[in-house]
C-alpha cells in the first residue's frame, strides 16, 4: 500500500535515504518520524524528549534541514534525504563540529547532544561565521540540564573558525 493510499490501521511502505543509505521500513499514518527512525530502522542516535518540538532531542537533518522529528509524522519523509547523528562523518571518524565538542566537554550525558550537533550543522551551512550571540540563539530551541552552554557555545564558535579556515 503506497503513502498515499494508507489508510488507519495499514501501513504504508516508507522509503528514504537514511544517512546515504536507501532504507524502507512499514509504518501507520500516525507514527512519528522519530519512532521510525529509532524503532523501524534502528538509528538509535535519534533521542525523544518532550515529543512536543520544545526540547530539540529528536533534532535530524530532513533534506539538509534541522527539523524535530516529534513533530513530524513517518510517511512524510517518504522519498526523503534524512541525516541524523550517524551519519554527520564517516564511520569511525569526526568532523569539525564533533572534535570540537570532544575538545571542549560540550556534553556531559550526551542525550541533548545528538540533535544539538544536527541543529549546529544545519546552522553553520547558513551562518558560517557566526556571533557568539547568533550562537545562543540558535541553541535556544535545545534544552541540555547538564552543561549549562558554554561548552556548546564554545565548541560550535571554534567548529566555525575551523572549517572557515579549511582544517
Do not use: W
Given at each position: 500500500m503506497?503513502v498515499q493510499?494508507?489508510?488507519?490501521?495499514?501501513?504504508?511502505t516508507i522509503e528514504?535515504?537514511?544517512?546515504g543509505?536507501?532504507?524502507s521500513?512499514?509504518a501507520?499514518?500516525?507514527?512519528?518520524l522519530?519512532?521510525?527512525?529509532?524503532?523501524?530502522?534502528?538509528?538509535?542516535?535519534?533521542h525523544?524528549?518532550?515529543e512536543h518540538?520544545?526540547c530539540?532531542?529528536?533534532?535530524?537533518?530532513?533534506d539538509?534541514?534541522?527539523?524535530?522529528?516529534?513533530?513530524q509524522?513517518?510517511v512524510?519523509?517518504?522519498?526523503?534525504?534524512i541525516?541524523?547523528?550517524?551519519?554527520?562523518?564517516?564511520?569511525g571518524?569526526?568532523?569539525?563540529?564533533?572534535r570540537?565538542?570532544?575538545?571542549h566537554?560540550?556534553?556531559?550525558?550526551g542525550?541533548?547532544?545528538?540533535?544539538?550537533l544536527?541543529?549546529?550543522?544545519?546552522?553553520l551551512?547558513e551562518?558560517?561565521?557566526?556571533?557568539?550571540?547568533?550562537?545562543?540563539?540558535?541553541?535556544?530551541?535545545?534544552?541540555?540540564?547538564?552543561?549549562?552552554?558554554?561548552s556548546?557555545?564554545?565548541?560550535i564558535?571554534e567548529?566555525?573558525?575551523?572549517?572557515?579556515r579549511?582544517a
Amino acid at each position: 500500500m503506497s503513502v498515499q493510499t494508507c489508510l488507519a490501521g495499514q501501513k504504508a511502505t516508507i522509503e528514504l535515504t537514511l544517512n546515504g543509505q536507501r532504507r524502507s521500513g512499514k509504518a501507520e499514518p500516525r507514527l512519528l518520524l522519530c519512532d521510525f527512525l529509532r524503532h523501524e530502522l534502528q538509528a538509535f542516535g535519534v533521542h525523544v524528549g518532550c515529543e512536543h518540538g520544545i526540547c530539540g532531542a529528536c533534532t535530524v537533518l530532513v533534506d539538509g534541514r534541522a527539523v524535530r522529528s516529534c513533530t513530524q509524522y513517518a510517511v512524510q519523509a517518504d522519498g526523503r534525504d534524512i541525516v541524523t547523528v550517524e551519519g554527520l562523518a564517516e564511520a569511525g571518524t569526526m568532523n569539525a563540529l564533533q572534535r570540537a565538542f570532544a575538545k571542549h566537554h560540550a556534553l556531559q550525558c550526551g542525550y541533548c547532544t545528538p540533535g544539538i550537533l544536527c541543529s549546529a550543522t544545519h546552522f553553520l551551512r547558513e551562518t558560517p561565521a557566526p556571533t557568539e550571540r547568533e550562537v545562543r540563539d540558535m541553541l535556544s530551541g535545545h534544552i541540555c540540564r547538564c552543561t549549562g552552554y558554554a561548552s556548546i557555545v564554545a565548541a560550535i564558535l571554534e567548529a566555525a573558525d575551523a572549517v572557515s579556515r579549511g582544517a
